[in-house]
């Protein structure tokens, strides 16, 4: 399986972003996808997860309220929309992927290469 992130850029506190994660090479129903973000000198940490047929979702305190992870098993690809960021929510944003639904980054078999999202203050 291979991922493609994308949808990182540069933007301003309070502004939205959406970064979408394109899966091949397998079939993308078959596993459950989450997000996770790694900041410069902090470990990856999760953020959202979403079950296999999406009816299912599970965040972070972090962005409760505030992301929304959601899927499209037609176009195999998975999203995080991300509303009212802010400056703690820059980071290298990655997607990964894994059979059963989890929020450690060991357990997930498949990784993107990840999309950055710098948030200014």
């Known amino acids: 399986v291979q991922l493609q992130a994308s949808g990182g850029g540069l933007v301003q506190a309070g502004d939205s972003l959406r970064l979408s994660c394109a899966a091949s090479?397998?079939?993308?129903?078959?596993?459950?996808m989450g997000w996770f973000r790694q900041a410069p000198g902090k470990e990856r940490e999760f953020v959202a997860r979403?079950?296999?047929?999406?009816?299912?979702?599970y965040y972070a305190d972090s962005v409760k309220g505030r992301f929304t992870i959601s899927r499209d098993n037609a176009k195999d690809t998975v999203y995080l929309q991300m509303n009212s960021l802010k400056p703690e929510d820059t980071a290298v944003y990655y997607c990964?992927?894994?059979?059963?639904?989890?929020?450690?980054?060991?357990?997930?078999?498949?990784w993107g290469q990840g999309t950055l999202v710098t948030v200014s203050s």
């Open positions: 990964a992927s894994v059979r059963n639904p989890s929020v450690r980054p060991a357990e997930y078999q498949y």
């Open positions: 090479g397998g079939t993308f129903s078959n596993y459950v």
């Open positions: 979403i079950t296999w047929g999406g009816s299912s979702t």
